[in-house]
């Protein structure tokens, strides 16, 4: 079913998801050149760390015990554990940031984009509101993406989805617009924020 008439998206400006990505920020390996195994050292200290902190588990059970191990070869083989750790946070706040930069460009554009429809608001006419999302089982099964790999779609009229997870291409009016919108899951909810908006005139299915 579409919301308007077919030359609407010859008009537009077809474009990919990583076009709605802004530069990609620089930044040093901090692993860079660490063998495998002390690499999975290192992530082991930091996951065991990261319990501790929230109580999952005791701070002096068998999993620190083997953290202190693990920190002992990282040491031998000349790797400060607690630095890298520092730094591989460090990159995790730059990229959680960048995945909150949007390009403001595209605020106002008329665009065709391909994607999965995430429904939010449903009734027996349809759907009225959904995620665009830029790969299948995005925010279900998986970690949701960042905010700026997410769009929050207005319909004027319900549109009827032969699936929960259909991929359609999109055409509409694009805001640079950030969103919240509580998606409900089989064992609760959980706030998901989306960097764009758009209002379609038009849903295709998406052919293979």
């Avoid at 429809?117 to 279900?140: H, K, N, Q």
Wanted: charged fraction near 25%.
């Amino acid at each position: 079913m579409s919301l308007a008439a077919p030359s609407l998206a010859g008009a537009a400006e077809e474009i990919t998801w990583d076009d709605l990505l802004p530069p990609e920020p620089e930044f040093a390996n901090p692993i860079d050149g660490m063998p495998d195994e002390l690499q999975g050292d290192l992530f082991s200290v930091m996951r065991t760390e990261t319990n501790i902190e929230g109580g999952l588990i005791p701070a002096d059970g068998e999993a620190a015990a083997m953290a202190v191990e693990s920190r002992q070869r990282l040491a031998d083989a000349g790797y400060d554990a607690a630095r890298l750790i520092d730094e591989i946070r460090e990159v995790e706040a730059l990229y959680e940031q960048y995945g909150l930069e949007v390009v403001a460009g595209f605020d106002g554009r008329t665009v065709r984009i391909p994607g999965y429809a995430l429904p939010l608001e449903t009734s027996d006419r349809g759907v009225s509101e959904f995620l665009l999302v830029p790969y299948i089982g995005a925010c279900i099964h998986t970690p949701p993406p960042p905010p700026n790999q997410m769009i929050l779609v207005d319909l004027n009229e319900p549109h009827r989805f032969g699936d929960i997870f259909e991929a359609v291409w999109l055409t509409g009016s694009l805001r640079v617009e950030s969103s919240s919108k509580t998606l409900s899951f089989v064992d609760g909810a959980a706030p998901i924020m989306s960097g764009y908006r758009l209002t379609a005139t038009l849903i295709e299915p998406y052919k293979w």
